[in-house]
T-cell receptor, first 115, second 111 residues
Framework: GAVVSQHPSWVICKSGTSVKIECRSL??????MFWYRQFPKQSLMLMAT?????????EQGVEKDKFLINHASLTLSTLTVTSAHPEDSSFYIC???????????FGPGTRLTVL | GQNIDQPTEMTATEGAIVQINCTYQ??????LFWYQQHAGEAPTFLSY????GLEEKGRFSSFLSRSKGYSYLLLKELQMKDSASYLC????????????FGKGTKLSVKP
């Protein structure tokens, strides 16, 4: 089956620094990737939709200048949390929508802790 | 808009059968997914329904009624490892393919 990887799986950083999270589709081309965030005991909330070669579409309330998304190829999307603060600590999960598939493939997630 | 309603928690016994219901309201509809999520992990795909009826896949089955905005996930022969959250996720037709997740149902399987 299709596999999506994320790197890193967890990261701890100081407040004010930037963190980049990579999402890769390993054996299929993903025209669209999605970035979700999940706080403890909460549902997954869509942050943005990333389309290869074009600008990401952000959900209402998500700051596009703070959460930079780049989908430079059909197998890679990156999320950069700029000037991270403790309230950004969360579980970030990407998913990919491969052409011809009837499911969305999720990466293993990245746990971000901002001190 | 979208509104997804699932029970918050359920408890069942090992070896039993449990049914997790989901009602949803979407302005348009392009299939409904069920995912399993263990604590601290990403969701894993269980099933996908786009037409009315029952889809069976081993110990897991999922049912959909589009006209009623209703779906359920049926888990048979419960095992301890089935203790997890189960997420009902409709795909709105107006979306770019993203799913809408409710808070999920936390299932606890006891011996």
């Amino acid at each position: 089956g299709a596999v999506v990887s994320q790197h890193p799986s967890w990261v701890i950083c100081k407040s004010g620094t930037s963190v980049k999270i990579e999402c890769r589709s390993l054996d299929f081309q993903a025209t669209t990737m999605f970035w979700y965030r999940q706080f403890p005991k909460q549902s997954l909330m869509l942050m943005a939709t990333s389309n290869e070669g074009s600008k990401a579409t952000y959900e209402q309330g998500v700051e596009k200048d703070k959460f930079l998304i780049n989908h430079a190829s059909l197998t890679l999307s990156t999320l950069t949390v700029t000037s991270a603060h403790p309230e950004d600590s969360s579980f970030y999960i990407c998913s990919a929508d491969g052409q011809g598939y009837n499911e969305q493939f999720f990466g293993p997630g990245t746990r971000l802790t901002v001190l | 808009g979208q509104n997804i309603d699932q029970p918050t928690e359920m408890t069942a016994t090992e070896g039993a059968i449990v049914q997790i219901n989901c009602t949803y309201q979407t302005s348009g509809f392009n299939g409904l997914f069920w995912y399993q999520q263990h604590a601290g992990e990403a969701p894993t795909f269980l099933s996908y329904n786009v037409l009315d009826g029952l889809e069976e896949k081993g110990r897991f089955s999922s049912f959909l009624s589009r006209s009623k905005g209703y779906s359920y996930l049926l888990l048979k022969e419960l095992q301890m490892k089935d203790s997890a959250s189960y997420l009902c996720a409709p795909r709105p037709i107006e979306s770019q393919g993203n799913l809408i997740f409710g808070k999920g149902t936390k299932l606890s399987v006891k011996p």
